[in-house]
């Protein structure tokens, strides 16, 4: 390789495991399923395996502040980590006078 050339250059060896990781990334990222209840009905929801209730709730088209996630009959922050398998309510929330 040149002295000028820009990075460097992977034999075919090493170059698969580094394609087959990027193709993982941008096709297999969705990794975990939480069903989520909500206005009596009851669907499956894929996310990634490191997925917040934000996550759920942009996934959803949900603003923060006009719900209220339970998991396990307990409100969580929409901060919170999601877990595999967790099944989730969304309770709708108004406010006024």
Do not use: H
Request: net charge positive; aromatic share 4%.
């Amino acid at each position: 390789m040149p002295n000028g050339s820009r990075g460097r250059r992977l034999s075919p060896d090493s170059a698969i495991p580094a394609i087959v990781k990027l193709i993982g990334k941008m096709f297999f990222s969705v990794s975990m399923e939480v069903k989520v209840a909500m206005m009596g009905k009851e669907r499956k929801v894929m996310l990634k395996d490191d997925a917040t209730g934000e996550d759920l709730l942009n996934a959803l088209k949900l603003l923060p502040d006009g719900v209220l996630i339970i998991n396990d009959d307990n409100p969580i922050p929409y901060t919170s980590k999601l877990k595999n398998g967790d099944r989730i309510k969304i309770i709708r929330v108004a406010s006024g006078g």
